[in-house]
């Protein structure tokens, strides 16, 4: 009995302590400072300057950025009390609807998907705040291309702002060490690809004298690909056909040939025979841990990722990035991407404050520029870098990374994708590989157009085509599969959609 | 005289009410055209069109199929695995040894799925993976388990006993400990055996556990586990991997279906009621306390 | 006790011993090879394999965990959460629980129906955060503690549990005077601690790896669970979002060390609570408490 009492006590005692304890940390607003209005640095684009809370939701990726100085720059500058609201990225569409139904969206937020059925019918209920005007005080965000303005537009009026990204940035990876251990030239063709896979599987590239490597790395769903399927001339996503019609690149002759010629490596042991449960991240590790040579669909941002983690596997291996293969009917390159990510967009309610939405513009312009796009990279001078006696940066890496920055938007930057913390030679390939491919994208001719057939039964198309696909490589179904899942596809509403790209493309070239 | 129980009642009430009930109106998008930024009162009504979209669709059975079979397998072995386990806990006598086991086989819940995908890949992969390594060792060819169909159920079930099981058997350890030693003692001295006072004594004070439990979970019939099927789901074995869940997910990613969504939850959910009740009757037919 | 084991009963024993050992081998399996990874050195974990041992003990996968200064902020929330959060649960559970016990209390059936009504029937994610956000919850710790007040599950499972408490020793409570609060207090409380332990343990696990409501409520991630930060350290790169957001300063794909280090991290404390509560499962609590 008494320890019964007793126990109620400390319990007691617990929860008590707890509450305070919880109460402060519940209570603990963003600690931002409360400037007086009329700081001396405040914008000088407006003298009357009001102070502005401003909130912006975006995807997080690590960890969130911190009340540093780059923050306390941009508050000061734009005289604003800034909210960052970074959602975990695994969550980020989930709690995107949240936002929305909840009725109370932040200032500005970031609409990853897209095309995105939901996002388009959201402009039209008058979700979000048509931008056009208000960009038109907007220089550095103008200097985004044409195009994918066009691709963002709804009904011919633009509600985000793009976040915009190289339109190519893949690369072709091969590991030179095995070349050359092997005495094989740099393959140009596919069938270089071909025999340089099956030497890499069956030649002991590595000279360890296990059987133990082979050549081109696949994950699930014959991922990884991308310079292949060019090679074949399969099209991207669409295929403008001769008679100038648009066929889906699922079902294009050059994906038949494409497929075959997998089947047959697949057969000769020239891919991973696990493939098809392998998620990207196994994908990554089979180049990295040194049992695979080849990836035909990587990313340059990635290459200094494999390059360290290969070399602390085999300080001998040598990575290097070359020129997508050429197909058997001249054609080479990568899937041109849409060319952006992710659109900023404003709810329809901030159109009662034109001036706050104006100072969110130009803190998004900002951003934008040269000036901010460095800050954003690399953050102030003398805090986060030095300026080196020959022009080039001596970065703080430690401290830019744990800060992180605070902004969510960036300006077009084709070398974003070389990583400034790896030795210069990997950031130089990082940087010849930008410039090779810049201009090897092949393009989908429909890439802004979802079509309604396509949202109710794009899934099952898509399920259908991975697993028809999935399983001719293997073997396990052969070749001739395809011509069926071709009749498939098309009676189960490949046909309807393919009506419908059509005429919407028709509609496009008046 | 029992006004200060109803008193008891009132803060769980009120939770109930607030935190469960109230939100209850959103199976109603499962009837709509739900849009959130019009919300409810401004989305459009399309009664059961939904789902006659969910039975017309036609995969619809195979989804079907595959979910109740797994749900069927995870109910014949991977149900009274922590019973069985629980019981030969319960005859260990060294204290020491019996902690000892109960800590250790608990440590598989924490582990995520993504691990146990990860590992199981390590372990059955037919490149490098451990057990395909002997078979090739031992002169054999690799067995492909995770792209042939057939395994994957078992795989399935296998991964759940050996994650779950010794959570599960904590509950019975619970009511285990609370059997009278005096039972076990006058059964002795009846000249009971081991079998004989498990089967008079121990089984008896977890078999309204046991019932409880099994009619709880029938009301998940249609629930198999999102993560782990998702993460072991490959092109090879949707035949017979796909379920609900998966499915739902994948026609949540084309873009914004969430009142149709809403109608496939709204389903599993139907069917796992009129089992509960089913159950429940049952149950109480027999004697047993059933939940309510 | 006194009585000679027969033959069969030490061959059981002995079977039984050793099958408990396997058990325990293979459920400590997959925590061997996570903590092998999270002490290897680099070179080791990338060549891949299923690693049991490290070659060398390396420590830098813990210290960037634990330098992280977001890491060990969202250690002490949740370490708060958890104590605070499994309080309140035990509270609204216990006091609900005991009289639902009592089969006397009118409107009790229907009363349990409507709690496992919701185990099957939810309204979603979009109105829960509606309610929690006209609560003026969000951004708080009650966001991740008042919305799971009560499970509905060890709700039915405790109220289970009181029920098989024999009806005599409440009788002779009352006979010594004790209204139901008393006999709640000094009877029941004490005679479930098995009970109570479990439901602590399964309370106190759930506010630990809280991670999908931190998200949903709470933007401020100075508030984050450790459950949040963690996984934001371990991105598994699958989406074909990731891949578009990859440039340099956007993410760093961190090596599979640190992915086993933060599962280390994520599961040691909660693992150590059990052993805590492990005294409560002795046997025999019931003992000598009908006759006294």
């Known amino acids: 009995m008494h320890k019964n009492t007793n126990r109620l006590r400390t319990f007691t005692l617990v929860l008590a302590a707890g509450a305070l304890l919880g109460s402060t940390v519940g209570c603990s607003g963003s600690g931002s400072t409360n400037a007086a209005d009329g700081s001396p640095s405040a914008n000088a684009k407006n003298p009357n300057a009001k102070r502005y809370k401003i909130s912006m939701m975006f995807p997080l990726y690590g960890d969130p950025p911190q009340k540093a100085e780059v923050w306390k720059y941009i508050e000061d500058k734009f005289n604003i009390e800034y909210e960052s609201m970074g959602v975990p990225d695994n969550s980020y569409a989930e709690k995107l609807m949240v936002t929305v139904a909840s009725g109370d969206m932040p200032d500005a937020m970031v609409w990853t998907k897209y095309p995105d059925p939901e996002f388009n019918k959201l402009v039209r209920q008058g979700a979000f705040l048509q931008l056009d005007d208000y960009l038109k005080s907007a220089p550095n965000i103008q200097k985004i291309p044409q195009t994918i303005w066009n691709n963002i537009k709804v009904d011919g009026k633009i509600y985000g702002i793009p976040r915009p990204r190289a339109l190519t940035r893949a690369a072709v990876i091969i590991r030179k060490d095995w070349l050359d251990n092997l005495g094989l030239p740099i393959p140009k063709t596919v069938d270089d690809i071909y025999n340089t896979a099956v030497k890499f599987t069956t030649g002991d590239p590595d000279r360890n004298g296990k059987n133990d490597t082979f050549g081109i790395v696949m994950g699930e769903n014959v991922s990884h690909q991308d310079s292949l399927w060019m090679a074949f001339d399969t099209g991207n996503g669409w295929r403008v056909m001769e008679d100038g019609t648009l066929m889906s690149a699922d079902i294009t002759p050059g994906r038949r040939q494409a497929l075959q010629w997998l089947s047959r490596l697949y057969q000769e042991g020239g891919i991973d025979k696990d493939f098809a449960v392998l998620k990207n991240t196994q994908v990554w590790e089979k180049l990295e841990s040194g049992k695979a040579g080849i990836m035909l669909g990587g990313q340059t941002s990635d290459f200094a990722r494999y390059v360290e983690n290969l070399s602390k596997v085999d300080p001998k291996a040598q990575l290097i990035m070359i020129h997508p293969p050429v197909g058997p009917t001249g054609k080479s390159g990568f899937a041109e991407t849409t060319g952006f990510f992710g659109q900023i967009v404003l ?149 309807q959609i393919t009506k419908e790209v059509n005429d919407w493309y028709k509609s496009q070239k008046k | 005289m029992d006004w200060d129980l109803y008193l008891l009642l009132l803060p769980g009430l009120l939770f109930f009410l607030v935190f469960k009930y109230v939100p209850m109106w959103g199976v109603i998008i499962a009837f709509m055209d739900y849009s959130p930024f019009r919300g409810i009162l401004g989305s459009e009504w399309v009664g059961f069109k939904h789902f006659v979209t969910l039975f017309t669709y036609d995969q619809f059975w195979r989804i079907f199929r595959n979910t109740i079979v797994i749900s069927f397998y995870n109910l014949v072995f991977f149900f009274p695995a922590p019973i069985v386990l629980s019981l030969l806990l319960n005859e260990i006598r060294k204290q020491v040894f019996k902690r000892f086991v109960q800590t250790v086989i608990y440590v598989p819940h924490f582990v995520s799925w993504v691990v146990v995908a990860g590992m199981t890949y390590l372990m059955l992969g037919t490149q490098g993976g451990l057990v395909n390594e002997l078979i090739k060792a031992g002169g054999g060819e690799a067995v492909p388990f995770l792209t042939t169909p057939e395994w994957f159920r078992g795989l399935i079930v296998s991964q759940s006993i050996w994650k779950e099981t010794g959570w599960g058997t904590i509950i019975f350890l619970a009511a285990l400990s609370g059997v009278d030693p005096q039972l076990y003692e006058a059964a002795i001295v009846d000249g009971a055996g081991r079998w004989r006072q498990m089967w008079h004594v121990t089984l008896p004070a977890i078999r309204s556990t046991i019932f409880i439990l099994l009619i709880l979970r029938l009301g998940h019939v249609l629930d198999v586990g999102f993560e782990q099927i998702f993460l072991m789901l490959n092109s090879t074995v949707n035949e017979v991997g796909d379920v609900f869940e998966t499915y739902v997910y994948r026609e949540g990613l084309v873009g914004g279906k969430f009142s149709y969504t809403t109608a496939v939850g709204l389903f599993k959910s139907a069917i796992g009621l009129i089992m509960v009740v089913l159950a429940n009757w049952i149950a109480k037919k027999f004697g047993e306390e059933g939940v309510y | ?43 080791q974990v990338l060549r891949g394999g299923l690693i049991l041992w490290p070659e060398r003990l390396t420590w830098d996968a813990y210290h960037t965990i634990l330098t992280n200064r977001h890491f060990v902020g969202s250690l002490w929330i949740t370490v708060v959460i958890t104590l605070v959060g499994t309080f309140t649960n035990l509270l609204f559970t216990v006091f609900m629980a005991y009289p639902l016990a009592k089969k006397r209390l009118k409107g009790r059936s229907v009363i349990l129906f409507l709690v496992l009504f919701t185990m099957l029937f939810s309204g979603g994610m979009i109105p829960s955060y509606m309610v929690v956000k006209s609560l003026g919850l969000l951004n708080t710790i009650w966001s991740l503690i008042l919305p799971g007040a009560i499970s509905a599950f060890n709700l039915i499972i405790l109220k289970n549990f009181f029920q098989a408490i024999p009806e005599e020793l409440e009788e002779s409570a009352r006979i010594d005077g004790c209204k139901n609060m008393g006999v709640l207090f000094r009877i029941v409380l004490p005679l479930s601690m098995p009970a109570l332990a479990t439901f602590t343990l399964f309370y106190a696990v759930g506010h630990w790896n809280s991670f999908f409501s931190a998200v949903m409520y709470i933007t401020k991630s100075e508030l984050w669970p450790i459950q949040v930060v963690l996984r934001q350290m371990i991105i598994e790169g699958s989406t074909q979002e990731y891949q578009e957001a990859l440039s340099s300063a956007e993410i760093q794909v961190l090596p599979a060390t640190i992915k086993m280090a933060a599962i280390v991290v994520a599961t040691v404390p909660i693992l150590c609570v059990y052993p805590f509560l492990q005294k409560h499962f002795a046997k025999g609590v019931l003992l000598g408490s009908v006759k006294g």
């Open chain 1, 347 to 495: 709810p329809a309610t901030l159109g009662k404050d034109p001036d706050k939405v104006r100072r969110i513009i130009s803190f998004l312009d900002f951003q934008a520029s040269d000036e901010g796009y460095k800050m954003g990279r690399y953050g102030i001078e003398g805090v986060h870098y030095t300026k080196n006696p020959d022009g080039t940066l001596k970065l703080n890496n430690e401290k830019l990374k744990a800060d992180g920055s605070p902004f969510i938007h960036n300006a077009y930057d084709p070398y974003q994708y070389v990583v400034t913390s790896a030795p210069p030679e990997v950031q130089k390939q990082q940087h010849d590989n930008l410039d090779m491919v810049k201009d090897l994208g092949i393009p989908n001719p429909a890439v802004s157009f979802l079509a309604p057939t396509a949202v109710e039964k794009g899934a099952d198309l898509a399920k259908l085509r991975d697993e028809t696909f999935v399983k001719i490589v293997m073997g396990k179904l052969p070749i001739e599969a395809f011509d069926d899942f071709v009749k498939e596809w098309k009676a189960k509403g490949g046909d």
């Open chain 3, 1 to 43: 006790m006194v009585y000679k084991p027969t033959l069969g009963s030490r061959l059981f024993d002995t079977a039984n011993v050793v099958l408990l050992i396997l058990c325990s081998l293979i459920t400590l399996f997959p925590f061997v090879y996570i903590l092998a990874t999270s002490l290897a050195p680099l070179s």
